[in-house]
């Protein structure tokens, strides 16, 4: 089982940042890969970044050169770095984990909310 807590969302103006934390605990050692989602209101959820065990990333073209995932082993935490934010990136902020298992764990979300 892995546990993941999420943290960091909030309000923020459009041109602003936030910055997007994600704690794992649990059975660390087998994890895949790390990621965020986002679901908005009416829309399916969506793959926002990718982070691979072996640190390869990827990313929703709508983020891309905005958003930047990162992840502290030392921490069990994943991050996403959010600049230049715009009113469509208002959505709840999944994390998310697949494991070499085949386990696939979600956090509760957190609200991101950017005003124009």
């Known amino acids: 089982q892995v546990q993941l807590a999420e943290s960091g969302g909030g309000l923020v103006q459009a041109g602003g940042s936030l910055r997007l934390s994600c704690a794992r605990s649990?059975?660390?050692?087998?994890?895949?890969?790390m990621g965020w989602y986002r679901q908005a209101p009416g829309k399916q959820r969506e793959l926002v970044a990718l982070?691979?065990?072996?640190?390869?990333?990827n990313y929703a073209d709508s983020v891309k050169g905005r958003f930047t995932i990162s992840r502290d082993n030392a921490k069990n935490t994943v991050y996403l770095q959010m600049n230049s934010l715009k009113p469509e990136d208002t959505a709840v902020y999944y994390c998310?984990?697949?494991?070499?298992?085949?386990?696939?764990?979600w956090g509760q979300g957190t609200q991101v909310t950017v005003s124009s």
């Open positions: 998310n984990t697949k494991t070499t298992y085949g386990g696939d764990y």
């Open positions: 982070i691979t065990s072996g640190g390869y990333t």
């Open positions: 649990g059975n660390i050692f087998s994890i895949k890969t």
